[in-house]
């Protein structure tokens, strides 16, 4: 089996147009429909029904092209493996984190891999666990650290628990509802700052405020970014919810105080690692990982 034809049959397979497919692989139109009747040949069957400006995979297309992409992922992996392998090199990362482990867990695992590793390039995005993902699958980044819980349970991701950071509603000091007990609805009246939300937690909040069902409850600012969350609590009325680790600073300096809510469940952040099922880790992303795993354990200690 050719991997460049197949790498020809995926081009169409995406773009579904055979002069945009062709530009793509960097061929002439006419000998990318060579390559793929040459493949269509090969293996005996139609592979795409061909109509006036419109190209479609046929039900054995769709079996093919499966399998064509598995085929071209594993060669890849083979490729960047006998690299890192024959020259002996740890190789360059990229991988993603979500936001409170970007805050929480990141400054000390970057400090330790480049005191350790000062020769490799990291490059480390930070976003929300949906983003990532997309990334994740696009092949652009190794890895990437967030809450798991909305994560979906699919074939094709390996998920390692980092376990649960725990966390609550924080104020400024001088806020209007320190000092005593306080219900969920007022707390929301004063505009919450948060990260995007897992599901379950969302669910939960509504519930607790008793919203009509299937209504979420309205975040005053959603942000990926925990110092921006930070600052707005800091200086205005507005309620923060994070983790203890993501704010342990200001609350030791007394810069932001807990509430006390009345009937509020447990809160936390359940963090993990997630990566392709069947990819091997580049040996980088195999020290990054135990890295970030010992500073998980150390913050949840």
Known sequence: MDLRRLGHLVALADDLHFARAAERVHLSQPAFSRSIQAIERTLGIRLFDRDVGDVRPTP???????RARRL????????????????SQLGDIAFGVGPF???????RAMST??????G???????SNWRQLLDRLRAEDIEFFVADIRDVPQDAALDIRPLGRQPGRFFVRRNHPLVGRPCQLTE???CGIAATKLPSVVKAGLASLLGLPKGQEPRLALECDDVAILRAVALSTDTVLAATDASVQHEVAAGKLVPLRIKGLPSLFSEMGVVSLHNRSPSPMAQR?????????GDVNA
């Not at 054995?60 to 499966?66: H, L, M, P, S, Y």
């Not at 071209?72 to 020259?87: G, P, T």
């Not at 482990?101 to 400054?107: E, H």
Request: with cysteine; aromatic share 8%.
């Open 72 to 87: 071209l992922f594993d060669a890849r992996c083979l490729q960047r493996d006998v690299d890192l392998y024959r020259n």
């Open 60 to 66: 054995a297309g769709e079996f093919v092209i499966e």
């Open 113 to 118: 891999l480049r005191r350790q590793h000062p």
């Open 101 to 107: 482990p970007a805050a929480t867990l990141m400054p």
């Open 120 to 126: 490799v390039g990291l490059r480390v995005e930070v």
């Open 288 to 296: 990054a990982i135990a890295c970030i795993e010992q500073v998980a």
């Open 187 to 189: 707390v929301w009246s």
